[in-house]
């Protein structure tokens, strides 16, 4: 379901699985080169630049997880075997 576009141009949508997000780049910002090539606004950037928008997304999925994680684990405990008092056996024939 699109909820349309706000007066800076994001753009509003409500998936059916939302199973994570996503980055659409604009085509519509197009920009010249020094050599007279026209390249979008992404590919005219430097390499290091694209890598890191790039994995930008991918950096905050694993804070997300591992935020999450931390918090299971401060707030239900982190599970620990402990022994009960009882009959040790030694092998079972």
Known sequence: MNFG???DGTEFVLRAFPVGGYVR?????????E???MVTEFDARSAVERIWVLSGGVLANIAVAWSSLAAG???AG???KDFLPG???QAAV
Do not use: C, H
């Open 78 to 80: 982190v599970p620990t």
């Open 25 to 33: 780049f604009e085509d519509e910002k197009v920009v010249q080169l």
């Open 73 to 75: 684990a401060m707030l």
């Open 35 to 37: 050599d007279g090539r």
């Open 5 to 7: 576009r706000s007066p």
């Open 87 to 89: 009959i040790r056996i």
